[in-house]
């Protein structure tokens, strides 16, 4: 049906940026919100940013200034653009796609809550 997958990961030093893709694919038809979410090892899984497919965007007070979300809808993905990097962004951080229609046989049919498998962001010096 729907496939996530997460490309842009890795280790950087406190104060720096990485950036993230996260591209969808399948036979969509549209995708209304895609966002980032990131667990750390011991903790809840977090929304990090949102965006709707009209570009409205949220962000949690944690990121807000220093993460950006968009998208491109006619390739299906998201990005996130994370600048002034701090240790406790450490993560696993996933995408998300949420309320996606889909073409199926002759058919247009609709999922919900698909997840990619995720990639390791560390920020350490």
């Known amino acids: 049906q729907v496939q996530l997958v997460e490309s842009g990961g890795g280790l950087v030093q406190p104060g720096g940026s990485l950036r993230l893709s996260c591209a969808a694919s399948?036979?969509?038809?549209?995708?209304?919100?895609m966002g980032w979410y990131r667990q750390a090892p011991g903790k809840q899984r977090e929304l990090v940013a949102s965006?709707?497919?009209?570009?409205?965007?949220n962000y949690p007070d944690s990121v807000k200034g220093r993460f950006t979300i968009s998208r491109d809808n006619a390739k299906n993905t998201v990005y996130l653009q994370m600048n002034s990097l701090k240790p406790e962004d450490t993560a696993v951080y996933y995408c998300?796609?949420?309320?996606?229609?889909?073409?199926?046989?002759?058919?247009?049919?609709?999922?919900?809550?698909?997840w990619g498998q995720g990639t390791q962001v560390t920020v350490s010096s």
């Open positions: 399948g036979r969509i038809k549209s995708i209304n919100v």
């Open positions: 965006t709707t497919s009209s570009g409205t965007t």
């Open positions: 998300n796609a949420d309320y996606v229609l889909y073409y199926s046989g002759w058919s247009v049919r609709s999922g919900y809550d698909y």
